[in-house]
DNA sequence: CAGATGCCCTGGGCGC
DNA sequence: TGCGCCCAGGGCATCT
C-alpha cells in the first residue's frame, strides 16, 4: 500500500500541481479521516480560504505548507487512501469513500477517498508530527545500515519502525533485504560493515527505482497516483508477493511466511543466515 | 528492550 | 446466488 515511492510520486505531482492554488472552501463528510480535529467543521474552518505552498514529504506523511501559517496541512494515506486531482465544470460526481473535497480557486477539487478510513487529513503542527520518525529513507544523509545496527531487534522490524526510518513497509522491506541479501530475521546488531553498507545502497536503490516507476499498484492493491493512474513499480519486484516463483538470482522458489502479522517473502538460499 | 497480538475498517476472493 | 470466512497491512496500544 502507499510507501514512500507511492507518497513521494503523489507529492511530485501535487506540488506542481496545487502549490500556490487557493482553497476556496472544503467538504469534510468523513469524521474519522478528520478525527484529529474536534468536530468536521473546525477542520473546515481550519483550512477554508488557505493558499497552500510547496508539498514536502517525510517519510509516508505529506505536508502541504499554507501561506503565512506555522500549521501545514498534513495527509497520511495509510493502507487504502487516495488523493485524486479531478478537473472539470463541474467535476465528476465524487465516488465512494470520498470523506474531504478541498475545492481550489481554479475550480479543480482535490479528494481525499479512503475505504478503510485508515488514513487521515488533518491541519496541525508538522514538526510535532514529524519529529516522532526516524529520519527519512530517501534523504541522501540517511545511513540505514548504521541505523538498524544500534539495535538488536529483526531487520524487517528495524526497516518497517517509522521511527527508525521513515518511509518503508511491507513491501519495499522485502524488497530491500532481497536486493541487500539479508534475511528478515537477522538482528540489526550482527550486521558486519559490509552487510550494512549493502542495506544502505539497498535502500536508495529498490526506493529510487520504485520512485522513477511512479510506485507499486498490485492486483488487490488501491494505489493510485493523483491523476488516479496505477504505477508500473510492481512488475520490478523480485521478492514481494513472488512466493513459489524462481528468485531471480539463483532460482531457489521464493518462501512467504507469516511475520509480526504480515506476509513476507524471501530468498531461502541467497537471504540465507550468514 | 524485544517480540507477539489485537484493533481500527472495507473490499475482494474463495469454498460451499 | 449468496453467505461466511479469510486476507490485505500502517500505526498504535497492550501484554508477556
Redesign the pocket.
Known amino acids: ?3 514512500l515511492p507511492e507518497v513521494e510520486t503523489i507529492r511530485r505531482d501535487l506540488d506542481a500541481e496545487v502549490a500556490g492554488r487557493r482553497v476556496v472552501d472544503v467538504v469534510a463528510t468523513g469524521e ?1 479521516s478528520v478525527r484529529r480535529h474536534r468536530s468536521p467543521g473546525e477542520f473546515v474552518s481550519s483550512l477554508r480560504g488557505n493558499v497552500v505552498e510547496r508539498v514536502r514529504r517525510h ?3 505529506l505536508v502541504l505548507g499554507l501561506a503565512g501559517r506555522d500549521e501545514s496541512l498534513l495527509v ?1 494515506l ?3 487512501g487516495q488523493l485524486l486531482l479531478v478537473a472539470g465544470d463541474p467535476p465528476p460526481p465524487a465516488p ?2 470520498t470523506h474531504v473535497v478541498l475545492i481550489l480557486d481554479d475550480g479543480r477539487e482535490l479528494r481525499f477517498v479512503d ?4 488514513g487521515e487529513v488533518f491541519v496541525g503542527s508538522s514538526d510535532a508530527v514529524l519529529s ?1 520518525l526516524g529520519p527519512d529513507a530517501l534523504d541522501p544523509g540517511t545511513d540505514t545500515g548504521a541505523l538498524v545496527r544500534a ?4 531487520l524487517k ?2 526497516l ?1 519502525d ?2 527508525v526510518v ?1 518511509g518503508i ?3 519495499y ?1 522485502d524488497e530491500i533485504l532481497w536486493h541487500a541479501r539479508l534475511r528478515y ?1 537477522r ?3 550482527s550486521l558486519d560493515g559490509s552487510e550494512a553498507r549493502r542495506l544502505t545502497v539497498a535502500v536508495r536503490q529498490v526506493l529510487a527505482r520504485a520512485v522513477a516507476l511512479r510506485g507499486s499498484s498490485l ?2 492493491e488501491q494505489y493510485r497516483d493523483l491523476y488516479g493512474r496505477r504505477g508500473d513499480a510492481a512488475a520490478a519486484h523480485r521478492a ?2 513472488r512466493a513459489t516463483e524462481p528468485c531471480p538470482r539463483c532460482a531457489t522458489p521464493i518462501e ?1 511466511i ?6 513476507h517473502f524471501f530468498c531461502p538460499r541467497c537471504q540465507a543466515l550468514p
Open positions: 500500500m502507499p510507501e474519522r517519510g509516508k506523511y497520511h495509510r493502507m487504502s465512494r469513500h475505504p478503510r478510513t485508515f516522532a539495535s538488536r531487534r529483526r522490524d528495524l518497517m517509522q521511527r521513515a513497509g511491507n513491501i522491506s530475521d538482528p540489526g546488531s492486483a488487490d514481494f508477493a512467504r507469516r511475520h509480526a502479522g504480515r506476509s
